[in-house]
């Protein structure tokens, strides 16, 4: 999946996101609580309210959920437009109830801010924000209109002017604050599970690859000899019938397309030798392989492979796994985007660790996202020269959190950082990705064993 393909996936309607079932179902409650606090309020405080309006009101919530259980599936998910109507009658119906029942005077008031807080977390950025200046709008009118609260004596329930000013802004800033709070947590959890739906699929082409190349390996191991018997038999009829002109054509065409099959398998199973033995590989030859699609793009990759331990030449023999070399391959595919002249890929290793730098020549990592690389969709304003570099990309962030993932969940940690400013230099972005030795590391000594036949599905 695409980082377009994702940008459009985030542009349809956050609605579908909730059923109507949900809906429903919390009016249910506020139905309940309402009749509950309505019956308390009358009968065991016998305040003086409104009682058949407010009963009507109640009831008009009752009829809709009603009408909507009837007329729409139960697992029907909710377009813009109806979450919208739906949430705007829900501050309707509860504004006007609060007005029957004292208006910011009725501490309830401040469920005013559930509406806004759905909202937040299923509507478009538009729809949220009327549906916040609508509730902050009959919030100020309910701080100014509303039927009075009487006890039973007469007597009537209202804050003093100062609480109740107190109260409205609380709610106000309630409603902003929470509805930017749950709009933003909705907002990072979407696209940490986008992220890493990403990742999986990313990880499982990979996969899909290095099982293709495996097939292929086999298949071009167990054809090479019944071909090579193909073209001696061939070549020795070609020898017996050389006064047979009409037969002679066609062994010579039974030897030349024996050799052209051995050719196409040999140049296939180049690019995916996946048997046994290659499911361990040096590390020089994994960082090779992972650098392979970016070494003709124009720019300069320079690969240096050394130990620390000067006594010590012996590369380190790892597992080929997917999720490694992909993951590395997006780490090169960065820097090779962003560098001016060259990419330099340090592979080495000591006793206890094993270390792949990625560095280029480029600007760097922008300041004001060092400290965030690696996690998804990761924006920064754009200047003309990231657009002329890199047209194709918009700047999310997610390719560098599927490497990080995938090279995180291999066993790896890994250090964004920028290289210090020289004089002849002006310093550039060095990705270092570390493994403990003892957890990537395989012993060269172990036997293989006999390849394994593949299996149809």
Known sequence: MSVSEFEMFQDRQRSDWVRLRTLVALRWFAICGQTIALIVATQMFALQIETGLATMTIGASVIVNLVVRFIFPQNKRLIEREAFGMLVFDILQLSLLLYLTGGLNNPFAVLMLAPVTIAATVLHLSSTVLLGGLAIGLTSLLSQFSFPIETETGDLLMLPALFQFGFWLAIVIGIVFLAIYARQVTNEMH????????????????????????????????????LATIMLVSGELRYELRDDPDLIEDVDLIHEQAERCREILHSMGAAGKDDLHMRQTPIEALVREAAAPHLNR????????????????RHPIVSRRPEIIHGLRNLIQNAVDFADVAVDITVSWSQTELRVQVADDGRGFPPSVIGRIGEPFVRRRRGEDDNEKRPEYSGMGLGLFIAKTLLER??????????????????????????????????????????????AH
């Open 191 to 226: 696209n940490m599970s986008e992220a890493l739906l990403a990742t999986q699929l990313a990880l499982a082409r990979e996969q899909k690859l290095t099982d293709l190349g495996g097939v292929v390996a086999a298949t071009a191991h167990e054809l090479g000899t019944p």
């Open 298 to 313: 124009g720019k300069d990759v320079r690969i240096q492979v050394g130990s620390e331990d000067i006594d010590d030449l």
């Open 410 to 455: 291999a066993g790896a940690r890994l250090i964004f950082r920028n290289a210090p400013k020289k004089a002849k230099t002006s310093g550039g972005a060095v990705i270092d990705v570390i493994w403990p030795l003892d957890n990537i590391a395989l012993e060269t000594t172990l036997p293989l064993g006999e390849n394994q036949q593949i299996q």
